[in-house]
């Protein structure tokens, strides 16, 4: 299965005490090699500025770190992407 050769890297310490976890990167992230960039992600990153939250103790990662075929999640299920990912 080709499932892509763009990896998005996790971002952030890995001691934080906040993650936040998303499926899979987007076409946005896939594209800026960042986690959680596209329009959901801005969002994200502009409601936990708000709160008070620095973005430099938050811990961005997906369960795969690479963009699915179609952009369906199922795709990857039992990909060793998927296991890389989950190991780490």
């Not at 896939?30 to 994200?44: A, H, I, M, N």
């Not at 939250?53 to 039992?78: D, M, W, Y």
């Amino acid at each position: 299965m080709d499932i892509g050769k763009v990896r998005v890297p996790n971002e952030g310490p890995k001691d934080a005490r906040i993650y936040i976890v998303g499926e899979a990167p987007g076409t946005d992230e896939t594209t800026e090699g960042r986690p959680f960039v596209g329009l959901s992600g801005q969002l994200l990153r502009d409601c936990l500025q708000r709160s008070g939250a620095s973005e430099a103790s938050i811990r961005f990662t997906n369960l795969c770190q690479h963009r699915p075929p179609g952009n369906k999640f199922e795709a990857v299920l039992r990909s060793r992407e998927l296991e890389s990912a989950l190991d780490e």
